[in-house]
């Protein structure tokens, strides 16, 4: 159970935010081509600084709470399911602040 402990909290975080997409009706998720351009630099950067920081010694992920599948540079693949699942929840977050404070963002038509 350890092992899907990384995956399970991944799992709840995006879970705990949904409820924000249909409740408040953010469309973030509508919105996925606006999504993705937000996700990928971040990804990307977090990425290679991760296996930048596993190369030179001054990171570990411990074999005991991930799956062991790791991408090249030894990346588990729960890292990068992170850089992508907690900036989701971040956007949803914040989109459901400004639908609730009624804060414009500048693309309303």
Known sequence: MLRLSYLA???ACLLGTA????FLRVNVYRRWRRLLLTLVPV???FALWDVAAVAAGQWTFDPRQVVGVTLPGGLPVEELLFFL???VC???AFEAVRAVRGWRAGDEP
């Open 19 to 22: 409820a924000l997409e249909v």
């Open 90 to 92: 971040s956007v949803l």
């Open 43 to 45: 990804a990307v950067v």
């Open 85 to 87: 699942a907690i900036p």
């Open 9 to 11: 909290v991944l799992a």
